[in-house]
């Protein structure tokens, strides 16, 4: 009531009765598109709690926002009041309102956006939506690029425009970003769909199978992908393609000269091992796993490199277990003794003594990894294990099946520290719209029950045919008390959308979207 008496009733237009409309009749997200080109157009989308055309002109008459005549066949009619045309279009079997204004608004564009409308299937946008937000009611933008590329090219600087470009932007069919609720974790996530192999460039394709175990459920997880042969020759095929001179020499030096030091190639290192490297902390501790996507490749790696180096691992027998341990010279042994200087050298050469010690076992697909053999000798003796895909995907809720990159672990009390923060919030909403919060009456954690462990997570995904980063948490625990949210996040889209309103007619208080002159391309922004 603060924000409507303080905050709403601050703008000339809304009367009373019209604020009333947003507060007791609206039932669903405020959906509002814009079409800037050629004359500022807006189209807004809505659900009303009204199933009747008698009561849709009743409430248009309360608002002082009359329609010019009823309703024709077709549930379409203009209103009168404004003093700009807004053309409507109202089913009362599902309260659904459609209204377009503007100077750009006439019966034949709405004609035109209306059929532009009528879809057999559900817009390409709803498959990006629903990876990041369920629900429809958080925020969430979708552009065309295609389509939103003459504006950029109108309206942004030139340097600007042409950075985007170098960095693909030409390439991207369409961009999807938003922040909502999905398979049961709050997300944060930005989605770029490119399409066709051609227009991917330098970005690879990225495929996991996560068949790895952990000690129990990991307390934190880090995944990192290594490309395969074909991925990685693809990809230095176009570097040389625009490297100069002197960097196409450099990279085969560099490739000659990991070979001539280990006698093995790179491409021999990838087709070894890979995809997945993994960093887990678990019960057992701390460590990595690879898989072996060749172990008879990597078992004449190994053989190579102790032909080159003298240096090879030696096999130990523990408790029926057999570890691997390979023993190496640290970077200080290596160092040139003409470079040090000599009152450090006493230092170094003492410091040089130290050794490099690589432990690992092999088990199923996959070599795990310690600096220790303490660490193994835990996980081979502890029977607990824990599938590292089915861990990311039930607890963690996290897809990264095309992961390049993946950060993700539990944190205590994280939940109840969401909900503090949440209650903050809603005390500084109060504040700003001069609302009378009784945060006594707001129950505690330990009343909501929330849980102790809370998840997070951070993936870039680079699979096909989309890519993009997301950011994984515990879902927002105001969910559980209805109402209260959507007090929050309407404060919230006030703060940032009245500013917006006056500068400019044709933005909304809650939401944008843009939209093409034929309705079938958005940029579709939804809050609630």
């Known amino acids: 009531q603060g924000l409507i008496d303080n ?4 703008i000339p237009a809304l009367t009373e009765a019209r604020i009333d409309l947003f507060n007791e009749y609206i039932r669903s997200p405020i959906e509002i598109s814009g079409i800037f080109i050629p004359a500022p157009t807006s189209l807004i989308a809505l659900t ?15 608002v002082g926002l009359p329609l010019s005549a009823p309703l024709d066949s077709n549930n379409v009619g203009q209103i009168e009041g404004l003093g700009m045309p807004i053309f409507v279009r109202f089913e009362a079997s599902t309260g659904r309102l459609l209204l377009q204004t503007g100077p750009g608004a006439n019966a034949t564009a709405f004609a035109k956006a209306l059929e532009g409308l009528e879809r057999s299937s559900p817009h390409r946008m709803r498959a990006t939506e629903s990876k990041i937000d369920e629900s429809g009611q958080g925020f969430f933008l979708w552009v065309d690029a295609q389509e939103a590329m003459p504006l950029m090219q109108m ?16 390439d991207v069919s369409a961009l999807g970003l938003g922040w909502g609720v999905a ?3 709050a997300r944060v996530a930005l989605v770029a769909d490119v399409p066709s192999e051609e227009q991917r460039g330098f970005i690879p394709f990225v495929s996991n199978d996560f068949s790895a175990t952990a000690v129990g459920a990991p307390d934190a997880l880090l995944q990192v992908w290594i490309p395969t042969v074909e991925e990685f020759t693809r990809l230095e095929t176009m570097f040389l ?12 030096e560099g490739k000659d000269l990991i070979e001539e030091t280990v006698g093995v190639p790179i491409e021999d290192f990838l087709g070894s091992l890979g995809p997945e490297l993994l960093i887990i902390f678990d019960e057992a501790g701390d460590y990595l796993a690879i898989r072996l996507r060749d172990p008879a490749l990597w078992d004449s790696v190994l053989a190579r490199i102790e032909e080159t180096t003298g240096s090879g691992p030696e096999q130990k027998q523990v408790g029926g277990q057999t570890y691997w ?11 040139d ?3 040090i200087d000599a009152e450090m050298s006493l230092f170094v050469s003492m410091w040089a003594r130290q050794r490099d010690h690589i432990y690992w076992i092999r088990e199923d697909d996959f070599l795990y990894v310690a600096s220790i053999p303490q660490v193994l000798m835990d996980r081979t003796a502890i029977d607990a294990r824990q599938d590292i895909g089915e861990w990311l995907t039930e607890k963690q809720r996290i897809d990264a099946s095309e992961a390049v990159l993946t950060v993700t672990g539990t944190s205590q009390k994280l939940p109840k520290r969401l909900y503090h923060f949440y209650v903050e919030v809603l005390q500084i909403l109060s504040d700003v719209a001069l609302a009378d919060m009784d945060v006594w009456s707001m129950p505690t954690a330990e009343q909501l029950g929330l849980p102790r462990d809370g998840a997070l997570g951070f993936t870039i995904n680079l699979g096909s045919p989309t890519v993009g980063f997301e950011l994984t948490f ?16 309407v404060g919230i889209a006030a703060a940032i959308a009245i500013p917006a309103y006056a500068d400019y007619t044709g933005r909304a208080q809650v939401c944008l979207l843009y939209t093409s002159d034929a309705a079938d391309d958005y940029f579709w922004v939804w809050v609630s």
């Open 7 to 10: 905050v709403l009733g601050e």
């Open 48 to 62: 009303l709690d009204i199933d009747s055309n008698e009561a849709f002109d009743a409430m248009l008459e309360e």
């Open 155 to 170: 309206f942004m600087p030139r340097d600007q425009l042409q950075m985007l470009i170098e960095m693909g932007i030409e």
């Open 183 to 185: 398979n049961g974790k």
């Open 241 to 252: 393609e625009y490297a100069s001179d002197a960097d196409t020499v450099d990279w085969q």
């Open 325 to 335: 341990h390979w023993n190496m010279p640290s970077n200080a042994a290596l160092a």
């Open 337 to 339: 003794a003409e470079t």
């Open 474 to 489: 515990e879902n927002n625990p105001l969910e559980m008390m209805g109402g209260m949210t959507g007090i929050a996040v």
